[in-house]
């Protein structure tokens, strides 16, 4: 299946993940071209054979010559985009996202973009790294990655197949859909609640104290600890309801540890590092 | 430095620890004789040249040849042993242990022996595995770890540079001293706060229905989780005021953030990911 037609893709943000997009599609023959805030980028993705071309203007007659876009801004600024230049997407495009919360964007976006006959087809690339932007950009990042495509009602299947397709030759390891609240949900818990628990551990004042003596244990802890307090922030604003379960889920699991350490209740203690010793072998 | 002028070391418990001090020691032109309590880890031990000899019976006649004894047990049965055996210890002799908990083992120990003319001087090696046993001892975790030395007012300044000297030619990167309180209070938040928050978190149900999705992060977050339940309800339990502290601490912390993300408060969060992220990268 072939993404797009005329092999032409737009991606309007290169940062790390964009960047890692379009080495990724350029490396397989796409034409890919770029739209970003600054020059530089332009100039570093051109002489590094990432992009063929981008604009660091807003062009109506540049964005609606693409059939195919990607965006891979941060939450906020997509929907800001979006609220102002939607108009000049091509009317029957397929578009896609890189966001890492759906239900707060997918659903305003899809709204937004109600007369305007364009599909956007929302997938998240659960794929990163601790450094950022198009310098860092390497499209071995997904190799190891989940890529989640997460259709609405509003989408069509053929639409939704050539955006898993765009996962496949991206080269992500497994390619999934999930409505977009299975997709809050499990992102609260497997990404957001252990960045949080990484910052929580790291602003222990204890963790000044005993920088000498950290062991694997601690590193491994906190090695999301290194976090862009930017974008974090607004991920955990925009997916606010099911992060506060998953804290507060992990919040009873902690207080019920503690609780059987109070009581010397070892049988308790043993049970909870069974059940957590034969889950993690598991995975 | 010599550790002891004949040569001769005994290891009281076999196991991954203790085999691979044997290891370490023997392949340093050591004498290494051990005492466990399975006849097939002796068998196992001398054929694959980690120890000379060893004995599975308490024998006062063999435990009284030696002047340096290195027990590797778990807390408690290292108690056992001494509330049982430590009349047997040489006079004089020089012992030290391996144990993950100081302050309610050590001052015991050495009430115990105050009669019998012998120096207890404390010591942790901060080198693990997620398995056990001789079968998986192996000389080379000691390298990028840390080998804590807890001398006490009764100990020798003599004999605790003989157990630092220990640590040295073990291999261990870091040789610190630390008083018996403060290597407790270190490790209960470095080592035991953090094997709580994998168990957690592995004890949430979402982490069963989310086996397909777990990135990086999580991995990261609950290797650990794998964890020996005998071993760690001990360590907890006998350092349960330190524990319980590095709890509360951390627990602050993780409301402090939830707070802000019920508050809508950017930069209150963007304060702590800040704090994360300079104290991680010193790290």
Known sequence: MKIVSDNRILIVGLGLIGGSYAQALTSLGYEVYALTRTPSTITYAKEN????DGMTEIDPAFIS??????FSLYPNALFDWMKKFHSYLKKGALISDVTGVKKSIVYPIQ??????????VASHPMAGKEVYGVKNADKEIFKRANFIVTP????????????????????????????????DKMIAFLSQLTHIIAVSLMNCPDSLDYQKYTGDSFRDLTRIANINENMWSELFLLNKEELLKSIDNFSSQLDRMKEYIQNDDIEGMKEMMRTSSSRRKEL
Do not use: P
């Open 65 to 70: 010559s693409f059939d195919f876009v990607i």
């Open 152 to 183: 609405t009602e509003n989408n069509k299947e053929e639409n939704v197949k050539r955006i898993e397709e765009l996962g496949k030759i991206l080269g992500f390891k497994n390619i999934s859909r999930l409505s977009v609240e299975q997709h």
């Open 49 to 52: 054979g990432m992009i063929k």
């Open 111 to 120: 709204k937004l973009l109600k007369e305007d006959d364009i599909d956007f």
